[in-house]
Each structure stands twice: as C-alpha cells, then as structure tokens.
C-alpha cells in the first residue's frame, strides 16, 4: 500500500522505455543498456503442474543464470520466494540477493521481512523503507523512500482501523510478543504498534551501495512523463528494495 512495489515497477519501467523508446516518466532517467529481469507477479501453472512457489524457483533460476555473464543487468524482485515458509524464504532470499549483488548489476528488492534486510547489511545493501500515518481513524501515506531500516510494526495495527474484534486484536498482539520473545523475529529495532499512536512503518526496502565499476550508472528523478531519457557512462550506485 505504502508504494514499495510501485517504486520498483516504475524503475523497471523506465529503464524498458529508456532502452526501447528514448523516453521516460521522469523528469531525468540516466543509465546504461542493461538486460533486465523481474520476478514481481508469479503465480502458478495448473496446465504445467507447478505450484507458486516452483515457479518462483524457476523464474529466479533464470535470473541468477544470467547474473553469471558478463553483461550488466537490472534485477527486480518483490517479496522474494514467498510461497514457502519464512525461516527458508528469509535463507534462501539472503543467499539469492547475495550472488545476484556480484558482478555489474543493478538490484532491487521488495520485502516484508525485517529480518532479511537486517541481514543483507552483510552484503553491502542499503535499507530504505516507505511508510504512513495514521489520521482520523485512516492510513495517510506520503509515498517518499525513507533512508534507514523499518522500524515499526502495522499489520495487525491496520486491522484495528478496520474494526476487526477487539479480543482477535489483543490475541494477535500476545501471539507477536511471544514470538518475538521466542526469537522468532530478529530485527534490532521493533516497536509495537499502539492504539494511540499515529506513525506506523512500511515494508523494508534495501538499497546497496554501488562498487565503483566503470560504466555503470543509474540515476532518477520523478514525476513529469515523456522527457527524453539520457544515458552516460560512469561509476554510479547499485540498487536493492
């Protein structure tokens, strides 16, 4: 809701009318011709017998195939392997962002789990994270990227603004302190959602810092549509949501 995954959409987007069309829905839109590649909306296959998250497998295979060449690529991904169980997803994403963040690429990565950014700080990448308000007994967003990791909780928050029974709520925040206190959820800083209080956190983003590597570039700015893109070469940032 906050625009984590539109934010990565949009730069896919304009990285494909870049390389195609020399336009953009930005006001600037500067990068070099890279390959690119996204797994943002999988699902399954009945006619092929393969379930979502086998797709996932194969869809992120392909990827991780073609990090291995020499040639630049941007990644995108949202909510990494999310079709199995989060002890394994967060692994098996930790490792996956990992080898893909090698080599001359660009990454972007989408998550709810605190866990697997705090964890990618290992690799290099930057967090980032969007977030809202809560005004009037509604959510507000400002859809603005915030530096720095996520810091508050609002799932269960945003089922309270919708009037969900006050005995399910209590219940679903007992539950989350006691997994939190079983280690269930490693984040270094968590704070519980409040009734009274008016600032909630978003899903994580994370962007890493760039090694300079000649010829590699990425740079934006939003939100006017059908300016030229530009393109030059030089040293610049790596990417991940």
Known sequence: MSGKTTFIRTVMLNALLGETLCTCFAERFTAPYMRLHSSIRISDDITEGTSYYLQEVLTVKRLLEDADRPAACLFV????????????RIAAGKAVLARLNRGPHIVLAATHDIELAEL????????????????????VFDYCLHT???????AIRILELY???????AEAYDTQQKLLGNGYNRARSVQKPERAQNRTGSPAAIFRPYAPVPNRAISAASATCGSPARRHRSAGRKSAI
Request: charged share 35%; no cysteine; hydrophobic share 25%.
């Open 163 to 169: 009037d969900y029974p006050p005995e399910l709520i």
């Open 148 to 154: 720095g990791p996520l810091t508050t909780r609002n």
């Open 120 to 139: 990618l700080r290992g690799d290099g990448y930057e967090l980032h994270h969007f977030r809202e308000e809560v005004a009037d007994g509604r959510l």
């Open 77 to 88: 991904l949202d909510e990494l392997f999310k079709g199995t169980n989060t002890t394994e």
